[in-house]
């Protein structure tokens, strides 16, 4: 029984974590606007701060916040000032300014910092340009396929996708994670106003969550820790739980952008 309990030692903190976490979603999303703008900001900001504390261990006190803080209140100021080109070449200036301010691992800091500031820009043009629905549609692929693939990786079991990167995810998992994907892009057709290209579009959204599980993953393996915080009791870091989310909104913004999006859903 003891072995039992100790496997479950952390239910209360991370189902209550998890609830909060709903809540606040929820009512950001619902609200839209500077609210939902100001969740995002300080999750990307949160991410930031983790990231730092990761690729540089020795920084002095203060470093990792300031960073944090710095990439938050750019991405907020910046959306409300700016657009389109400007908009882009703003925040990728911000980027490459954030990066050079590590001592080492440049290319892998940069890389990270530019998915989760385009993420989150994109997380907040999808609420503002396409509705609530929109999102509902991108959190639960991104949920529905993790559960999916948690799931299968462990009845069906195979081979390892990645093992040196990340060794408890399957290609039965993964795939299970498309098949998901699919299913929840059909469900959302007659919501969203759709046609069929919803489908693709839905198993492209879940391979790019899940690629950014693995890069997560990647830099946690390459950094030597666990989680990327203890910010979230329970569950560890911002980073550990909105990785695949990041990756995600990224994958639907250069959608978008491209005009692809408009293309494939008809």
């Not at 910092?113 to 503002?128: D, W």
């Not at 009791?233 to 639907?252: K, N, Q, S, T, Y």
Request: glycine share 14%; hydrophobic share 60%; proline share 3%.
């Amino acid at each position: 029984m003891t072995g039992v309990a100790g496997n479950f030692a952390d239910l209360r903190s991370r189902t209550l974590s998890a609830v909060v976490m709903a809540l606040v979603g929820i009512v950001a999303v619902w609200a839209g606007g500077i609210w939902f703008a100001l969740l995002v900001c300080a999750l990307c900001g949160a991410m930031v701060w983790e990231l730092t504390r990761m690729l540089d261990r020795e920084a002095p006190s203060g470093k990792a916040e300031a960073a944090g803080l710095t990439a938050a209140v750019a991405l907020l100021v910046f959306w409300m000032q700016l657009s389109g080109g400007w908009l882009v070449a703003v925040l990728a200036l911000a980027v490459i300014l954030l990066a050079w301010r590590f001592p080492k691992d440049r290319a892998i800091a940069g890389a990270y910092l530019a998915l989760v500031l385009f993420a989150g820009l994109g997380l907040i043009a999808l609420r503002a340009g396409y509705g609530p629905v929109w999102v509902l549609w991108l959190v639960i692929l991104v949920i529905g396929s993790d559960i999916a693939g948690y799931f299968a990786g462990r009845v069906i079991g195979g081979p390892k996708l990645w093992p040196r990167v990340s060794p408890k995810k399957t290609w039965s998992g993964t795939v299970a994670g498309w098949g998901l994907g699919g299913v929840i892009g059909l469900a959302f057709m007659a919501p969203l106003g759709t046609g069929l290209g919803l489908v693709a579009v839905s198993v492209l959204v879940v391979m790019a969550g899940q690629a950014g599980d693995i890069a997560e993953s990647a830099i946690k393996r390459h950094s030597g820790v666990k989680d990327s915080s203890n910010l979230i009791p329970g569950h560890g870091g911002v980073m550990d739980r909105f990785d695949a989310m990041i990756a995600a909104a990224l994958m639907v913004l250069l959608l978008v952008e491209t005009g692809l999006i408009a293309a494939l859903i008809g």
